[in-house]
């Protein structure tokens, strides 16, 4: 590198990280180093300018070092693309998980480190864990406008939704009423417990979706017959983002013996009001999609009077959770799935309106391209845009683009071996659409985000001269 004037060296540091804050720190030797850090105060990289002729005026660089995953001195296009290449990709794929927040992982960890069984009542170690459960299933009940002994905790919203449709089949053989409807649009976790559902006697219908992935009340209103046992319905598509009509159908239901399930799995902590108006039988939530810890969720099982719980337990054991999901309460997950949801409920504004500037800019950035939004924006959650690029194959594009964006174009849970999505097939979409459709999930940290898109999304554009139109 020729040598350069001193601040045209931090100039060049400067624009390679753009929106970062660049400090630097007197050195020795005719050496300078510095830090770069992102507007959330994590360093993302440190730096070196070794200055030739130190006591001259101005100082002359003649090399500019980047330090982060390994070490690296050129121009400043060079480092942008070195640096692009080499940190952490950008991850945008808050529906398969969120990272836990440190706020919830301090209420957590002083139970992992004390003997906390919440099922122990003979000494205090116990009568605290216990304490503590139910202080999580009061913060997870009011997120849902429940009673806390309506609400029992789970692995996760798969075992929820697993114990709301399995734990039904004696009630159902008890009562003759072997007929349960869904969606073709459901997570597996709803349909394979369906397809045992069959095989166990039970008449299955799976509602079709409109071309804009929601399923209409009136689809749900004809399949009805006098023996259906359930109608499960999820929240909010996991793939799409797009909300189902869950209150129409609640009220469809009102005032018949048939259940209604739905899984909230993605608007737990985000879709709060609607939740709490929805007076739904059964209510799948899980904890890791709203920055709380994996391995937790719960089933919400709400009374009807006092009618005797129609779910049984599918495991039979020490009798925890009033018998419905026996086995240890692990306190430490449930103190982190009711600080999660605690903080979900305080913030949740300040989510959708960061959540709905960001997806604002993503939508302008993607006018630059030729694409299409599948399913109906207007009923979109503000975090979740599913978008086709024209002639884009979209798992030869998540891995050329790996160590920049982390995105998925399926549910995760289904995207290790890839098979069309079975929710965009079910809206109807042709093949082309399909095989080019890219999720894109975000969290509520747009101000780093948005700075970090741009430069993901012109890599992209870069990378892809098939999705560019310019
Ligand atoms: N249901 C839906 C709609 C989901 O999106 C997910 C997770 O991707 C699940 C269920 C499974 O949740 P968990 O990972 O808590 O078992």
Do not use: V
């Given at each position: 590198m020729p040598p350069i004037p001193y601040n045209e060296a931090l100039d060049r540091v400067r624009r390679s990280f753009p929106g970062h804050e660049v400090t630097v720190c007197d050195g020795d030797h005719g050496q300078e180093s510095g830090v770069v850090e992102a507007p959330d105060g994590t360093t993302v990289a440190s730096f070196r300018l070794t200055i030739?002729?130190?006591?001259?005026?101005p100082p002359i660089v003649n090399k500019v070092r980047i330090g982060g995953v390994g070490q690296y001195c050129g121009t400043s296009d060079e480092i942008r693309a070195w640096t692009q290449a080499h940190s952490d990709p950008l991850y945008l794929d808050y529906n398969a998980t969120t990272p836990l927040d440190p706020r919830v992982l301090e209420v957590m960890l002083p139970w992992f480190l004390t003997p906390s069984?919440?099922?122990?009542?003979?000494?205090s170690y116990g009568q605290k864990s216990k304490e503590a459960v139910e202080n999580a299933r009061r913060q997870v009940a009011d997120m849902l406008g429940a009673q806390p002994e309506e609400v029992f905790f789970t692995s996760g919203a798969t075992e929820s939704n697993n114990l709301a449709i399995l734990g039904l089949a004696e009630h159902g053989e008890r009562t003759g009423r072997k007929h349960i409807i869904s969606t073709a649009i459901e997570h597996k976790a709803v349909l394979e417990p369906l397809e045992r559902m069959t095989q166990l006697g039970f008449a299955v219908d799976l509602a079709p979706v409109t071309s804009g992935g929601y399923v209409e009340p009136a689809t749900i209103q004809r399949l009805l017959?006098?023996?259906?046992l359930l109608v499960s319905v999820m929240h909010?598509?996991?793939?799409?983002?797009i909300l189902q009509p869950v209150e129409e159908i609640a009220t469809l239901l009102r005032g018949s013996d048939t259940l209604f399930h739905t899984d909230a799995a993605q608007t737990f902590g985000k879709e709060v009001e609607a939740l709490k108006r929805l007076k739904a039988d059964m209510v799948s939530v899980s904890?890791?999609?709203?920055?709380g810890p994996q391995g937790i969720g719960a089933l919400l099982v709400r009374r009807r009077g006092s009618q005797k719980r129609p779910v049984q337990p599918l495991q039979f054991g020490?009798?925890?959770?009033?018998?419905?999901r026996p086995g240890t309460v692990p306190v430490a997950l449930a103190v982190g799935l009711g600080e999660a949801t605690r903080l979900a409920a305080l913030e949740w504004p300040t989510r959708r309106t960061a959540a709905l500037r960001l997806r604002e800019q993503l939508l302008r950035d993607l006018a630059r391209v030729d694409h299409h939004i599948n399913g109906d924006p207007a009923r979109c959650q503000p975090h979740v845009l599913n978008v086709s690029f024209p002639g884009l194959d979209s798992e030869a594009f998540m891995m050329s683009t790996k160590n920049l964006i982390a995105v998925s174009n399926g549910s995760a849970c289904t995207s290790a071996s890839y098979k069309p999505s079975h929710v965009l097939t079910a809206m109807g979409l042709d093949d082309g659409r399909i095989d080019s459709a890219i999720r894109i999930s975000f969290g509520p940290d747009a101000k780093l985000r948005l700075v970090r898109f741009r430069s993901a999304l012109n890599i992209i554009l870069a990378l892809n001269p098939l999705v560019a139109s310019e």
């Open positions: 030739r002729e130190p006591r001259a005026a069984n919440a099922g122990s009542r003979t000494h017959r006098p023996d259906t909010a598509n996991n793939e799409t983002g904890s890791h999609k709203i920055y020490g009798g925890q959770e009033r018998g419905l």
